[in-house]
């Protein structure tokens, strides 16, 4: 979707205005730097010690430039929906006393995504507690055709968790309640505002894990790595999460009479709670409802709670961070990984030079292996750490002495592991200090997933500042990332349509794992049939007929 200078937001009736200022939106805290570990052959150390910063939390900084509003950036109108009054609001307090924010500094962080690359100027952040409130809340915006943008932790990196106009901003923060954990079948009950990384504290105390870890767990809710389908690190190990959530429910705006729940005479079918809240790994009684929520962005209905399948915890983790002299020797290095580890492979990940250039710059990280143009990072996890270290040395006895890797360093201590995966899960934040980030998700055959970042350098020279690729090779997922001193419509247009062209080329998708949110909803086609947008839309007519929830988002706009 490519910016443009369009009319600007509608002037509120209120008494006050949304001044979405400021605002790096991390949250600080600190790991100790690793000693040397033990050598192993050509294997040293990790050493290095920087602070870690978690995707989207609120701390703000007066130096920030102000973040132009996404209406005036972009070629978008607002549709006819209600604006919110003072009724409104008192009705609002009605349903959920004491937690309507209307604060214009409360809602600054709320109004911006955590990029800065887009603004809205919401007025007024509901916070509830319950299914039950969510219901009454979209009952009565149904009634009064107001629209509402439901977010989590807002970490997402498409436009997704923000509004776009004035919509009402529905958070799920208050609902972080865990309802049940099963310590036999280690299945996990809990409500979407739940932080990622929260529940995997709580999990892991029983020994469990979650099975999905991502950059942003400090700040992102389970409901919202639902509604995106988040993927993450452990998805080469545990898979998506339409294979481990095993339940939910969702509350949608309005389900027509005769396809939800029966309701009382007279009732609108607004509102509707659907639970789906199943905690059976089998459950084969018609159509799995619960997929069409995973991935749907907020778009179809709200997730309030969530049952999940949680692994047991592996009992041995190591990590290996390897350097390699090009693609072909991380292709071949992958190969190798796979035939000799087998079963206690969990992560396989590759960041490029540049990569390893921005974090030590912008994050004062250092190179724990002789500077190469890739580097992996391979994890295992299992139940025996003699089984597994054996495993894993021959695996990398085999490939330096074959010139598949050059360098390497080994890790079995917590804290060591912690700052080996910091080099690849802060590429993001060393990113975001670098300049403008024109960012890409793109699944490609693996055997191709670098040549897009190649053929990028060369298309766009010297106007680029960097063009860096990295990601989880295991999913063939790369993530691309162009960065510029600022904004760019000429550079954007060097980029688009043709990284997405590129992409459907190689039969590949223009969306991994970060989900379309608002910037990506105009070039769905490159990866899905006219027929399947059609249907997709057809299912958003349904259960929301009114398109109340997270307008402007996810399907393309209607002609």
């Not at 919509?167 to 739940?194: K, P, R, Y």
């Not at 003699?386 to 050059?406: I, M, N, P, Q, Y």
């Not at 989900?515 to 769905?524: H, I, P, Q, T, Y």
Request: proline content about 6%; charged content about 20%; aromatic content about 8%.
């Amino acid at each position: 979707m490519v910016p443009r200078l369009a009319p600007r937001c509608p002037v509120w009736p209120f008494r006050w205005q949304v001044a979405c200022t400021s605002g790096a939106f991390v949250q600080h805290s600190t790991w100790v730097g690793a000693s040397r570990t033990p050598m192993w052959g050509r294997l040293h150390g990790v050493q290095g010690t920087a602070p870690l910063v978690r995707r989207g939390s609120s701390s703000t900084s007066s130096q920030a430039p102000e973040v132009a509003l996404t209406c005036e950036r972009y070629p978008v109108q607002r549709l006819p929906f209600s604006s919110v009054s003072e009724e409104d609001l008192a009705a609002f307090e009605r349903i959920i006393p004491r937690r309507v924010i209307t604060d214009p500094e409360e809602l600054e962080a709320s109004n911006v995504d955590w990029l800065r690359t887009m603004r809205g100027c919401s007025k007024v952040l509901l916070k509830p507690r319950t299914s039950e409130e969510v219901s009454h809340i979209l009952r009565y915006c149904h009634e009064r055709n107001l629209a509402v943008n439901t977010q989590g932790g807002n970490t997402g990196l498409v436009g997704g968790s923000i509004p776009v106009f004035d919509e009402i901003i529905l958070s799920t923060a208050l609902m972080n309640q865990v309802v049940s954990f099963h310590d036999v079948s280690g299945i996990l009950v809990c409500q979407a505002g739940c932080i990622l990384e929260e529940l995997s504290q709580y999990v892991e105390e029983r020994d469990f894990i979650m099975p999905l870890d991502l950059g942003a767990k400090g700040s992102c809710h389970i409901g919202g790595n639902l509604a995106t389908n988040a993927g993450g690190l452990r998805f080469l190990r545990y898979g998506s999460l339409h294979g481990t959530v095993l339940g939910l429910e969702a509350v949608c705006p309005a389900v027509p009479p005769g396809v939800g729940p029966a309701l009382s005479p007279g009732v609108l079918a607004d509102g509707t709670i659907l639970n789906c809240l199943t905690s059976l790994r089998k459950d084969n009684t018609g159509y799995d409802l619960k997929q069409l929520f995973i991935g749907s962005e907020g778009t179809l209905g709200v997730i309030t709670t969530v049952s999940i399948l949680c692994p047991p915890k592996p009992r041995a983790v190591s990590v290996a961070f390897l350097g390699c002299p090009g693609f072909a020797e991380v292709l071949q290095t992958f190969s190798t990984c796979k035939g000799m580890l087998g079963e206690i492979l969990s992560a396989f990940e590759f960041m490029d030079a540049e990569c390893m250039q921005l974090v030590r710059r912008h994050l004062l990280l250092s190179c724990p292996v002789q500077e190469s143009p890739f580097y992996v990072l391979v994890e295992t996890s299992g139940s025996r750490l003699d089984h597994d270290a054996e495993k894993l040395s021959s695996f990398l006895e085999h490939v330096l002495g074959r010139g598949l890797v050059t360098d390497g360093t080994l890790a079995t201590d917590q804290r060591k592991i912690k700052t080996l995966w910091a080099l690849r899960e802060r590429i993001t934040e060393a990113l975001s200090r670098d300049g403008y980030v024109y960012k890409y998700d793109v699944s490609l055959p693996v055997d191709r997933l670098y040549h897009l970042v190649t053929e990028l350098r060369a298309r766009l020279g010297p106007r680029a500042q960097h063009v860096v690729g990295y990601g989880h090779l295991g999913d063939g997922n790369l993530h691309l990332n162009v960065t510029a001193q600022a904004f760019s419509a000429s550079l954007l247009a060097e980029l688009e349509p043709y990284v997405y062209e590129w992409t459907a080329g190689q039969r590949g998708s223009v969306s991994a794992e970060h989900g379309v949110g608002f910037k990506k909803r105009s070039v769905l086609g490159y990866s899905k049939p006219p027929e399947a947008l059609r249907l997709m839309q057809q299912l958003k007519a349904l259960l929301d007929p009114k398109g109340l929830l997270n307008p402007y988002k996810t399907l393309p706009a209607r002609a």
